[in-house]
């Protein structure tokens, strides 16, 4: 009896060690399909909760915008701008065919907001986005001046009255647009001891700023730069 047991030890154990050697060479054979080394810092899909079944709702691409025709956006601007202004708005439409005179004004409204936010406000990234670097150069100083004095501005910015282009120009690859702006603002400035010299915190006045945006006709940026500044007292 003894025998047999022997005899079927000894065949369990050969058939362990060539199980043994058959894993150990599919484990350690790369076949090109196993998952990469996990990454704690790597970015990970989100998993699909959505079960079988579930109604999956896809998001519409967004449609390919059309040019505008020469003349989009002229009628309601030329009627407000002297002739001269008129035709330097279709010269410049004629060298950039997607310049839209209303989309440009609303876009202008928005920046004059920003950057008058923004240079209260000592907010140097933002001035620097917006604004050509000779521009920059002398908000940036002003802003510098006043620090070091120790002054602050507390600032409201109200509203924009009013906007209108008045006048435009095509300057070789270079595209100007001027806009005076009439707005609504806060403004007082504190020195260091908090006392207001300049401004009146309580007050809303009346602004009136003549700014000059460009942009290269020819480039792929679509944004325009503020490169004048005049206000009109």
């Known amino acids: 009896m003894s025998g047999f047991v022997d005899i079927y030890t000894v065949i369990f154990l050969v058939i362990a060690v060539v199980i043994f050697l058959r894993l150990r060479s ?37 449609a390919a915008v ?18 001269t202004t008129a035709e330097a708005l279709k010269a410049l439409v004629a060298a950039d065919p997607t310049f839209n005179a209303q989309s440009f004004v609303a876009g202008s409204k928005s ?11 000592g907010d140097r990234k ?12 002398g908000f940036l100083q002003a802003i510098t001046d006043r620090e070091a ?10 509203g ?4 209108d282009i008045t006048s435009a120009a095509v300057k070789g690859p270079t595209a100007q647009v001027t ?17 207001v010299i ?20 020819a480039s792929r940026d679509p944004n325009w730069k503020l490169v004048a500044t005049e206000s009109v007292d």
């Not at 350690?28 to 109604?55: I, L, N, V």
């Not at 059309?66 to 002739?83: M, S």
């Not at 920046?111 to 406000?121: H, K, L, R, S």
């Not at 806009?179 to 006392?195: C, E, N, Y």
């Open 66 to 83: 059309p040019l505008p025709t020469p003349d989009a956006g002229l009628g309601e601007t030329i009627a407000t701008t002297g002739a």
């Open 198 to 217: 300049d401004g009146d915190p309580t007050h809303v006045g009346d602004v009136t700023d003549i700014w000059t945006f460009a942009r290269e006709v």
């Open 160 to 163: 924009i009255d009013k906007a």
């Open 179 to 195: 806009v005076r702006f009439l707005s609504k603002l806060v403004s007082a400035t504190h020195d260091k001891d908090g006392a």
């Open 149 to 158: 004095r120790g002054e602050k501005i507390e600032f409201k910015f109200v």
């Open 26 to 62: 599919v484990l350690g054979r790369r076949t090109g399909s196993e998952r990469p080394p996990y990454d704690p810092f790597q970015p990970r899909r989100p998993t699909p909760t959505t079960a079988p079944g579930d109604k999956v709702v896809e998001l519409p691409r967004r």
């Open 126 to 137: 933002m001035l620097k986005q917006l604004l050509s670097k000779e521009v920059y150069d």
């Open 111 to 121: 920046a004059y907001e920003m950057i008058v936010t923004a240079f209260a406000e």
